[in-house]
């Protein structure tokens, strides 16, 4: 549905723990479609990390909504006591954060995700962990320690809900947040501890690139090592500069990066004209602003 230009536009990039059976994750890209003012963007799905990633914008209203229903479409299909990917997570509907992109702040964005974390909780009873700009306490604004902290028993009392999570659909993280690059780098060789030296020398938690998360990670499927990343602020650690310093840590531990993979989409000001950075089936499609209803 076309949009103003001074209306407001919210981005969702939501995570679901199902990479493998694509009439699940259809039926979830489907209910967040049938939003009327809601428009998915991309769908990127990873057997080995047993994981999809769905993007979709529209107004504010709509867009909770279309979170709330696509939290229930995961409910009802994915079970994570069957569930096995080497990515970690804490729910079927494991991350679900809004994006301010036209006319909205993140302050605002923060409410929206508190209200949807209130009615995930009232319609589906599984508990909810703010994080990011919406957090209400300091030890849980960063995804990783919630997801810690979701993790382990006894469960911790959650924004929303029980104290335990729910029997199948475990809990959900809900949360505001700038836009972020998450981008995994292939190496030629299936080192996974190359992976995760590279991965614990550019984590910004260890003193490594301002705004980067990094995981070492192997995958069966192609028998390969992966540097998976989330870049949190692509405007102070853009991926061009994250790309030279794996492939400078690689070279002293005898290892090379062979291409990368973008999930989900990339702002146009994130690409460097004069660095390739051998993302796989790169078209202009997964620019983030060629995307956008105008």
């Known amino acids: 549905m076309p949009e103003s230009a001074s209306s407001p536009l919210v981005e969702c990039v939501a995570n679901f723990s199902e990479g493998r059976d694509l009439a699940a994750i259809n039926a979830i890209a489907n209910a967040i479609a049938a939003v009327p003012g809601v428009t998915v963007l991309d769908q990127t799905s990873d057997p080995d990390h047993h994981r999809s990633v769905i993007t979709f914008v529209g107004p504010p209203e709509a867009i909770g909504e279309a979170a709330v229903r696509a939290v229930g479409e995961a409910v009802a299909r994915i079970d ?17 954060p809004f994006v301010p992109l036209r006319a909205i702040t993140l302050v605002e964005c923060a409410w929206l995700a508190q209200s949807v974390g209130a009615e995930i909780w009232n319609r589906f009873q599984v508990p909810v ?15 990783a320690d919630v997801r810690r902290a979701g993790n382990r ?3 911790p009392l959650p924004d929303f809900g029980n104290a335990e999570p729910h029997p199948t659909a475990g809990a959900v ?22 992976a995760k030296e590279i991965a614990n020398r550019i984590r910004h938690a260890n003193g490594g690139l301002a705004c980067v998360k990094a995981l070492g990670l192997f995958l069966a499927e192609r028998n390969q090592a992966q540097v998976s990343m989330n870049l949190t602020d692509f405007e102070i650690t853009p991926p ?18 062979a291409t990368s993979e973008l999930i989900g989409l990339i702002p146009q000001a994130a690409l460097n004209a004069d660095v390739d950075l051998k993302i796989e089936h790169f078209t202009p ?3 983030l602003e060629n995307r956008l209803p105008t």
């Open 285 to 287: 499609d997964r620019i």
């Open 173 to 194: 993280a809900v949360g505001a947040r700038k836009i972020l690059i998450a981008w995994n780098v292939f190496l030629n060789e299936p080192n996974l501890e190359a």
């Open 129 to 143: 962990f703010l994080y990011e700009a919406a957090a209400q306490f300091a030890h849980r604004r960063n995804l």
């Open 153 to 155: 028993s006894p469960f």
């Open 240 to 257: 061009h500069i994250v790309l030279e310093a794996i492939t400078r840590i690689g070279a002293e531990l005898g290892v090379t990066v």
């Open 80 to 96: 994570l006591t069957t569930h096995s990917g080497v990515h970690p997570r804490i729910g079927a509907a494991d991350v679900v």
